[in-house]
């Protein structure tokens, strides 16, 4: 008896806790920006928590991007030039990982208090969860 009462307890807390951890919605979050990416003509709208995280939650569904590389371009408020500044996060170079691969692009305008709007544009490459196929 007492283990079926232990059981049933520990069931209850965690069905409490994952209902917290569902309902956290980065979506309704004032620090979560809504971007659209364009992965091939498609347009994808995401949202993502200002953190250094790599996965962004695709909007009005329960997938994620899992982000693996990318390019930021911008250029140089000083000298004009225009500036690559690519990146590696490590996840793309995984066995079967490959034919899942996608590239996306978008832009972001940043606010520097010194000089004013700085456009980047971003190109990604990653993966959509859940994984199809």
């Given amino acids: 008896m007492r283990r079926a009462v232990l059981l049933a307890a520990t069931m209850a807390i965690v069905a409490v806790l994952a209902v917290g951890m569902a309902s956290a919605d980065p979506v309704n979050s ?4 809504i971007v659209t990416f364009n992965c091939g003509g498609e347009q994808v709208r995401v949202t993502f928590l200002l953190n250094p995280s790599v996965v962004f939650n695709v909007v009005d569904t329960t997938g994620n991007f899992v982000l693996t590389e990318g390019t930021a371009t911008f250029t140089d408020p000083e000298t004009g030039k225009v500036v690559e500044d690519p990146f590696t996060i ?14 996306c692009t978008t832009s972001f305008t940043f606010e520097d208090p010194e000089l004013g709007p700085f456009p980047v544009d971003f190109t990604f490459t990653g993966f959509f969860t859940p994984r199809k196929g």
């Fill in 30 to 33: 004032k620090k979560a920006p």
């Fill in 90 to 103: 490590g996840q793309g170079k995984k066995t079967g990982l490959q034919g899942s691969l996608t590239t």
